[in-house]
């Protein structure tokens, strides 16, 4: 039981490059949700899934985009990386209104 | 807009202290209110957590005190620990969707 995987668990990027983060639940959650973590300003909600086929924006989503389509796993797509999105990003799953488990966190950094 | 406020950004505790965080909310709606706990290089991980229909939860050496009214909860620490240093968020959540607090980074000087 490996509750939630994020890969990879570092990267570096160029400005303008595109990517994926991933992030694998085998919790049968229905809820998952990406963060970022920046210092001093605690998690901020980029997107979130109510269930696969449904996903909604956070407070930051610009310059990011998801998908579900399976309960397990809930991508986070760079489209064109920025030195802004220099971040430690968690993934997060639960099962509504309960606890929130959060992954390992992927620590990017986008020069 | 913060809807999530924290305070204070950082804590010094002696050991075998009381260490207490407050956190503010805005929004009524919220429904669940967890505490999370965060070492260097880990996920928050779940500390303890209180429903608004509870005024007070306690699990060994943690407390929460909870004031639906003045929208206030906060996190008590009794005989803190050295190893109870670490960044601890505050947030208030509704269906899975949750806001957080800028956190506390908490030493506990042996």
């Known amino acids: 039981n490996a509750g939630v995987t994020q890969t990879p668990k570092f990267q570096v990027l160029k400005t303008g490059q595109s990517m994926t983060l991933q992030c694998a639940q085998d919790m049968n959650h229905e809820y998952m949700s990406w963060y970022r973590q920046d210092p001093g300003m605690g998690l901020r909600l980029i997107h979130y899934s109510v269930g696969a086929g449904i996903t909604d924006q956070g407070e930051v989503p610009n310059g990011y985009n998801v998908s579900r389509s399976t309960t397990e796993d809930f991508p986070l797509r760079l489209l064109s990386a920025a030195p802004s999105q220099t971040s430690v990003y968690f993934c997060?799953?639960?099962?509504?209104?309960?606890?929130?488990?959060f992954g390992q966190g992927t620590r990017l950094t986008v020069v | 807009q913060q809807q999530v406020k924290q305070s204070p950004q950082s804590l010094i505790v002696q050991k075998g202290g009381i260490s207490i965080i407050n956190c503010a909310y805005e929004n009524t709606a919220f429904d669940y209110f967890p505490w999370y706990q965060q070492f260097p290089g880990k996920g928050p991980a779940l500390l303890i957590a209180?429903?608004?229909?509870?005024s007070e939860k306690k699990e060994g050496r943690f407390t929460i005190s909870f004031n639906k009214s003045a929208k206030q909860f906060s996190l008590h620490i009794m005989d803190s620990q050295p190893g109870d240093s670490a960044t601890y968020f505050c947030a208030a959540s509704r269906m899975g969707k949750s806001t957080f607090g800028d956190g506390t980074t908490l030493t506990v000087k042996p």
């Open positions: 209180i429903r608004p229909d509870v």
């Open positions: 997060a799953t639960e099962a509504g209104n309960t606890e929130a488990f």
